[in-house]
C-alpha cells in the first residue's frame, strides 16, 4: 500500500527507473501496481537470493523497505522474525556496504499499549505482539549499528525509519480486515506520508511534531 503510493508520487516526479520487490502470491495485489510505470519487477525471495549473492542492480539512488507482514493478529513468530527482521537485516548491510540511502518502514506497535509519551527511547516501548516485537528489535539494531559507528568515529549512510500509527488512504483493498474503516473515505493519511519519505531522501530531517508528541 504505501509502497505503491511511493511509486505513485515518484512517477508524478517523472521518476520511471524503478524496481518494484512485493510478494504477488494473492494475485489481487496486482491492483496496486497495474497503473504505476516501472523499470522491472522482481519477487522478494528471489531479490533477497540476489542481494545475498552481492549482485549489481546498476545505480541505486535509494532503497524504501516498506515491505512486512503487518497483522497484529499473526503469532508465527518464527515466520515474523524471518520476513520482518532477518531480511531487514539483510538489506540494511547490503545498503550499508554501497552507502544507498535505505528508508524502512517501522511501527507505532513498538511503543505498546503503555500510557505515556511517544518518545523514541527504549524506556518508553515495549511491544504487545509479535508484529511490534519485530518492527521493535529492527530498530534497536538499527540504534546498535548507530552507536558502534559513533564509537568508530565513523558516519553510516542514511538510514530513517518511519514509525507508522494507523496508516488508511488509497491502495489498501487488498488488506482485507486489517484495512482501515476509513479507506475508502479518506486518503490524506497515506499522502502524507509519501511527502515525508520523498522530503526524508532528500534532506534527510523530516519534523513532523515536537518531541514526546504524535500527530494524526
Known amino acids: 500500500m504505501i509502497g505503491s503510493n511511493i511509486v505513485k508520487a515518484l512517477n508524478a516526479q517523472g ?23 516501472i ?7 528471489d531479490f533477497m537470493v540476489r542481494v545475498l549473492a552481492g549482485e549489481h542492480f546498476g545505480q541505486i539512488d535509494a532503497i524504501f523497505h516498506e515491505g512486512a507482514c503487518s497483522a497484529t493478529t499473526e503469532w508465527d513468530g518464527k515466520y515474523m522474525m524471518r520476513n520482518n527482521y532477518e531480511y531487514s537485516k539483510t538489506l540494511l548491510h547490503y545498503c550499508l556496504e554501497r552507502r544507498i540511502p535505505f528508508l524502512y518502514a517501522s511501527s507505532a506497535a513498538t511503543y505498546g499499549g503503555r500510557d505515556h509519551d511517544f518518545i523514541e527511547e527504549q524506556p518508553y ?32 549512510s542514511q538510514i530513517t525509519g518511519f514509525r507508522y500509527f494507523n ?9 482485507g480486515s486489517m484495512a482501515s474503516v476509513a479507506s475508502t473515505s479518506t486518503h490524506k493519511s497515506v499522502r502524507a ?19 514526546g508528541m504524535c500527530a494524526r
Open 15 to 37: 521518476r520511471r527507473d524503478i524496481l518494484v520487490v512485493d510478494n504477488l502470491k494473492d494475485g489481487t495485489k496486482f491492483a496496486n501496481l497495474v497503473d504505476l510505470d
Open 125 to 156: 516501548e515495549g511491544a504487545l505482539n509479535v508484529y511490534g516485537y519485530s518492527k521493535q528489535q529492527f530498530d534497536n539494531y538499527v540504534r546498535r549499528l548507530w552507536q558502534d559507528a559513533e564509537q568508530r568515529g565513523e558516519t553510516l
Open 193 to 211: 506520508i509519501t511527502r515525508n519519505c520523498l522530503k526524508a531522501l532528500i534532506t534527510s530531517s523530516v519534523t513532523l511534531c515536537t518531541w
Open 39 to 45: 523499470a522491472d519487477y522482481m519477487d522478494k525471495d
Open 167 to 175: 496508516v488508511y488512504g488509497p491502495r489498501e483493498q487488498h488488506k
